[in-house]
């Protein structure tokens, strides 16, 4: 498949990397310093290369959009025609400089169902967003393989003892069409990681920042039951 990336920093490589080990075409883009986005394609290695914002929309099937909520509106401004692409949407709501959650997005709404009100000719997945970049880095050193030169993640971000270790990360998949969930299960999969359906896109709002579900580091039998818990 060909999978774009927006915004190739810590999570966007990391999944970049194991996806092009699954077999799929890379093509990124989205940095603010184009440098960086050929940097963390030499180190996917492949068929993994860095375009512009206008060429990723082009080029991919799938894109997954990894760059920071503040970022967004200028990142789409940049980027092409993404009518009928399945875009997964990894971003949570937070306001510049990680300053808690973005206090211009009504707290009852999620970024994902904004993202498909701007982009009604897309079809919208939320997914990855409850992923810490540790888990994906900790899959990389599971493989044997360095995090990309320069994405480290900070320290603050180190995973307690309690949390899922590598192939035992839930990931948390909202959307309204079953076959654009069941294309993002199998990339899902395809890292070793294991999918769960929390409904249609309305219930990101779950598992964003802000909801009952974000940054619970639980392993997927416990955030399948808090989900059943949830009311529907
Ligand atoms: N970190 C996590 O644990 C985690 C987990 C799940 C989801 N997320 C979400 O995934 C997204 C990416 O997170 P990340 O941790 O991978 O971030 P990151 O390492 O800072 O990477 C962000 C990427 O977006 C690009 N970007 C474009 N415009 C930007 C701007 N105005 N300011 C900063 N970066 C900009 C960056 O390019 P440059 O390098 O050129 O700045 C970089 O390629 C965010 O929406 C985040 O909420 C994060």
């Given at each position: 498949m060909k999978i774009g990336i927006l915004g190739p920093g810590r999570v966007g490589a990391a999944l970049g990397k194991m996806w092009s080990l699954a077999g799929h075409d890379l093509a990124l883009a989205g940095s603010q310093n184009p440098e960086k986005s050929q940097a963390v394609a030499h180190w996917i290695g492949g068929t993994a290369k860095a375009v512009s914002n206008a060429a990723v929309a082009?080029?991919?099937?799938?894109?997954?959009?990894?760059?920071?909520?503040?970022?967004?509106?200028?990142?789409?401004?940049?980027?092409?025609?993404?009518?009928?692409?399945?875009?997964?949407?990894?971003?949570?709501?937070?306001?510049?400089?990680?300053a808690g959650r973005d206090p211009d997005l009504a707290k009852s709404v999620s970024v994902a169902e904004t993202m498909a009100k701007w982009l009604p000719h897309s079809r919208i997945v939320k997914a990855f967003n409850t992923v810490p970049d540790a888990a994906l880095t900790s899959e990389l050193h599971h493989r044997g393989i360095a995090e990309a030169p320069g994405l480290r993640q900070p320290?603050?971000?180190?995973?307690?003892?309690?949390?899922?270790?590598?192939?035992?990360?839930?990931?948390?998949?909202?959307?309204?069409?079953?076959?654009?969930?069941?294309?993002?299960?199998?990339?899902?999969?395809?890292?070793?990681?294991?999918?769960?359906?929390?409904?249609?896109?309305?219930?990101?709002?779950?598992?964003?920042?802000?909801?009952?579900?974000?940054?619970?580091?639980?392993?997927?039998?416990?955030?399948?039951?808090r989900l059943r818990d949830l009311p529907a």
């Open positions: 082009e080029l991919s099937e799938v894109i997954l959009i990894a760059v920071p909520w503040w970022s967004i509106t200028k990142t789409l401004q940049s980027t092409g025609d993404l009518s009928g692409k399945l875009l997964i949407d990894a971003m949570n709501p937070y306001a510049p400089g990680y320290d603050g971000n180190k995973l307690p003892d309690s949390a899922p270790g590598p192939g035992e990360w839930p990931c948390l998949i909202a959307a309204n069409d079953d076959s654009d969930v069941g294309m993002v299960e199998t990339l899902v999969r395809e890292i070793g990681f294991t999918p769960v359906r929390a409904g249609g896109l309305s219930r990101s709002i779950l598992f964003e920042l802000g909801g009952p579900l974000y940054g619970q580091r639980l392993g997927v039998d416990a955030i399948r039951q």
